[in-house]
């Protein structure tokens, strides 16, 4: 059935057992939100959608799904372009981190986080566009970081991708009624720099963000229409700051955050 103006918004979220994908969750289905949550691991899926369907009373479909299997993608992208189940709020969330330098990576490694951070982004992104398009109304939140206003690697790059791309489709698609935000975080209390085997002491306790919180001002800055949110005062200063320091100062602390 299609949506209409009085049914339940729904929202896509991939990278949804875990950190910040997991607080999307959450957060949407405490506001009344229907979910559509993506991630590999199905009993983690399966766990997650119980407890939210129990929780708030929303409807939660399970898609599980490796960004890196181009076949496993494309169902995804399949179900933001479904015109009869619209998806209202699509949020790129999945992503991973390497720890070692670039050339010490093996190229499929790096590669493979390539996939995620650009080419899954890009293509749920287009299947989600138009589907919104057609109904002139939709968002899509892009979860990057504020390392991409930094040079750290190919991560970074990556990243700086996204808030490129984040951008200009704001700006394209806004008189559609799209909003596209690219969120962008610092280091976060989640399971992400655990899975590169960081420890929480690399960086300084004061640059550690609550996950909640930071999603909490992401879904604010983009009901208010807003292309870029930078949770806390401390990013926001350093993304100002990166614009104005030159990148052969600025690399010499790309190891911060990575021991």
């Not at 407890?51 to 995804?76: F, I, K, N």
Request: aromatic content about 6%; overall charge neutral.
């Amino acid at each position: 059935m299609s949506s209409n103006a009085s049914s339940p918004a729904t929202a896509l979220i991939t990278g949804a057992t875990a950190g910040i994908g997991h607080s999307f969750a959450v957060q949407l289905a405490r506001r009344g939100h229907d979910l559509v949550l993506v991630a590999r691991d199905k009993a983690r899926l399966e766990a997650v959608a119980g407890e939210l369907r129990s929780t708030y009373g929303v409807a939660v479909e399970v898609l599980p799904a490796d960004l890196v299997d181009r076949a496993e993608l494309a169902t995804v992208e399949a179900r933001l372009a479904d015109r009869d189940r619209p998806v209202d709020l699509l949020v790129n969330n999945a992503g991973f981190g390497l720890k070692k330098r670039f050339r010490d990576n093996t190229v499929e490694e790096e590669n493979a986080m390539l996939d995620v951070l650009v080419t899954a982004v890009l293509r749920l992104s287009h299947a989600a566009l138009g589907a919104m398009s057609e109904r002139r109304r939709g968002g899509i939140i892009n979860v990057s970081s504020v390392a991409a206003f930094l040079p750290r690697g190919s991560y970074s790059a990556a990243k700086a991708w996204v808030n490129s791309f984040s951008e200009w489709a704001h700006n394209e698609y806004r008189d559609e009624g799209i909003t596209v935000t690219a969120l962008c975080p610092g280091f976060t209390k989640t399971e992400f720099h655990e899975r590169m085997d960081v420890s929480r002491g690399s960086a300084p306790d004061f640059m550690w963000l609550d996950a909640d919180e930071l999603v909490e001002a992401a879904l604010d800055d983009h009901a208010k229409g807003r292309a870029y949110s930078i949770p806390s005062a401390q990013y926001k200063v350093i993304a100002t700051a990166a614009r104005l320091v030159p990148n052969r100062l600025l690399q010499r602390f790309q190891t911060l955050g990575r021991k």
